[in-house]
């Protein structure tokens, strides 16, 4: 038989687990995830609902992503680059500073975007309804939402006209910077340190080869390539240039980079009329 | 009805012991400043530092050639002293989370990080400066499910200082992506701590008189905890010595 005593020392002890159950950071488990499927996303005059998205992520998403979220699918072990871990809310693609979180807007473009040279591939067939109902979805995986906002996108100034100028000093940035310690002075993913690059997880990764055709992984436009180096890609070895390059620079060094890249473009033509040299990275500084 | 009185006669037995808990940690707080010293050594030979290859980077090889640069797992001093071991209160620390108001540095100089080990309280701010004429990205990789959160900023040559402050206690590897030998660690603890110096001597200052659980910590997860005594008047005394991995 029970006594009183015993009883009182029970549910005490229930009661102190229970206060400590959220102070520990285990794994994630359905019950958490259950108390989160309120969690809303706005995007423009869309609320997107968690909830909404249940079955759409079992059809589409579960098999790459795990059903908590952790990038576990049954997929997972084939592909490479690995599935986001959405319960870490690190991600790659953001209008915002390094170490925030993206907008509920940046997850909702990833969506439809995809990421190039990964098997994310882009979900444009969705309604923007059942986009913003999965950034919902994304979102309650993580705990970063409930204790934090997002960060302020960054400010990107009006683009400036394409000048020959700007490109050579586009060249400069590159050099002062040294975007070539990876990227390569010819922007072939050949720098001295790309070989031994390693994400967040231990994992090889390569940098971005400017000279083969394919896309930026966070989008194409020159607004989106001024994103990628002033916000970082979080979770790569990709760091944030925003303090290092100043707005009308950044600029200028994505007039230069799209003159690297193999895409016939303005910027192309005119580097090749200015027969623009490879940056020297044995030059001092200042005097390329 | 007779649960309730029981539940109300619990509850309110909790609330008092809380308050004495709260009133006991202000009286220590305000008896003045113990310290806590010691020194930590490590058992047998030293282990063989490997010499670091920083062929990728002229810069770096240029820097070091004075003296060559070499792993800093294990720093070891005269009589076997142990540098770069983080020593903090894990048990009997009852002051408020009031962060230090000094500002450590954590510096980027040539190619290497200095220093290497870098222990700071919760909420307190720090610096990362770069001494070097090379492009630096600091990427320290705090586990985002404990509240700190990674990020990843590019130094250039003569950049500003860039300063940051962690949330949560945690033991943060610091990285470098473009010179991969770039390895250092942010020790977040909560309230007062040291680390030791060449000689393995450490000092925490700041400790009321009290009873506590002292843990030293070395690279990358090696721990060890005794339990100290201050008294007023009378620092504690706590030594370590760890083994090589």
Not at chain 1, 183 to 204: E, F
Not at chain 2, 197 to 214: F, H, L, R
């Amino acid at each position: 038989m029970r006594t009183r005593l015993q009883t009182w020392s029970l549910l005490l002890g229930a009661a102190v687990v229970m206060a400590l159950a959220p102070a520990s950071f285990a794994q994630l488990t359905k019950y958490d995830l259950e108390t989160r499927m309120g969690t809303e996303s706005h995007v423009g005059n869309t609320t997107g609902h968690a909830k909404d998205a249940k079955t759409a992520y079992r059809r589409y998403c579960v098999g790459c992503h795990g059903e908590l979220g952790d990038g576990n699918g049954e997929n997972n072990p084939y592909l490479d680059p690995k599935p986001r871990d959405f319960q870490l809310g690190v991600f790659k693609c953001r209008s915002t500073p390094t170490g925030t979180l993206p907008t509920d807007q940046d997850l909702f473009d990833t969506i439809a975007r995809g990421l190039d040279r990964s098997n994310m591939p882009q979900w444009s067939t969705f309604t923007t309804q059942e986009r913003a109902d999965l950034v919902a979805w994304v979102k309650h995986y993580s705990p970063r939402w409930a204790n934090e906002k997002p960060g302020a996108p960054i400010d990107i100034p009006a683009e400036p006209e394409i000048t020959p100028e700007r490109i050579k000093a586009g060249r400069d940035v590159f050099a002062r910077v040294q975007c070539w310690k990876c990227h390569g002075v010819t922007g072939q993913a050949n720098g001295p340190s790309a070989a031994t690059l390693t994400d967040d997880l231990g994992r090889p990764i390569a940098a971005f080869n400017f000279t083969e055709g394919s896309r930026p992984k966070c989008g194409d436009s020159d607004r989106d390539i001024y994103r990628i180096f002033m916000t970082g890609l979080d979770g790569t070895p990709m760091p944030s240039f925003a303090d290092n390059i100043k707005p009308e620079e950044a600029w200028d060094l994505v007039f230069y980079l799209r003159a690297l890249m193999s895409q016939h473009s303005k910027e192309k033509e005119m580097a090749k009329k200015l027969d623009l040299k490879p940056v020297n990275p044995n030059a001092p500084a200042g005097q390329q | 009805m007779k649960m309730r009185s029981k539940l109300v006669a619990v509850s309110s037995a909790l609330v008092i012991a809380s308050c004495g808990v709260l009133f006991l940690g202000q009286r220590v707080n305000a008896a003045g400043e113990g310290k806590i010293t010691g020194t930590v050594k490590l058992d047998g030979a030293a282990p063989h530092m490997k010499g670091i290859d920083m062929s990728k980077d002229p810069y770096c090889v240029k820097a070091n050639t004075a003296s060559p640069a070499h792993l800093q797992t294990y720093e070891v001093g005269a009589s076997g002293g142990l540098q770069n071991v983080v020593l903090y209160i894990s048990e009997g620390w009852t002051g408020s989370a009031t962060a230090s108001t000094e500002v450590p540095v954590f510096d980027q100089k040539n190619c290497m990080y200095s220093p290497h080990v870098l222990a700071l309280d919760a909420g307190q701010t720090f610096k990362v400066t770069s001494s070097d004429q090379t492009t630096h990205n600091i990427h320290p990789l705090p586990n985002p499910m404990t509240g700190n959160i990674p990020w990843n900023q590019s130094q250039p040559p003569g950049a500003a200082p860039i300063e940051k402050a962690w949330k949560n206690a945690e033991v943060i590897p610091v990285q470098c992506n473009i010179h991969p030998w770039m390895h250092g660690w942010h020790v977040v603890v909560k309230g007062p701590y040291a680390t030791t110096d060449a000689n393995g001597t450490y000092t925490i200052n700041n400790v009321p008189p009290g009873n506590y659980t002292v843990t030293a910590w070395h690279e990358p997860d090696q721990t060890m905890t005794q339990k100290v005594t201050v008294a007023a008047g009378k620092p504690g005394s706590a030594d370590f010595t760890f083994k090589a991995k």
